[in-house]
């Protein structure tokens, strides 16, 4: 059974930051790709930022140059930090982890909102 935990949401006024954290426990014995996916109350779920194994990063648009994800091959653990925040980030952000089985894991999902 593998476990998927994300943590580090909360309120924040606009132009501050936060940082992300999900770990994956359990029977997973080698995780390909990590990412984080976000949704906004009546939007549909949308990808932010995927790591790989090896290391490459990719982020939505709308994100680049404010949000870093990082990754921890060591703690099974994967982290978003999150500068410059915006109204708009305001959203349930969603961890998803990968196996190299292709099995696809997510978590329970943590809120961040920004507002004044």
Sequence with gaps: QVRVVESGGGLVQPGGSLRLSCTASGT??????????????????????KITGGGVTNYVESVKGRFTISRDNTKNSVYLQMNSLKPEDTAVYYCRVVSNTNVVYWGQGTQVTVSS
């Design 28 to 49: 997973i014995f080698r995780i390909n790709d990590m990412g984080w996916y976000r949704q906004a109350p009546g939007k549909e779920r949308e990808w932010v930022a």
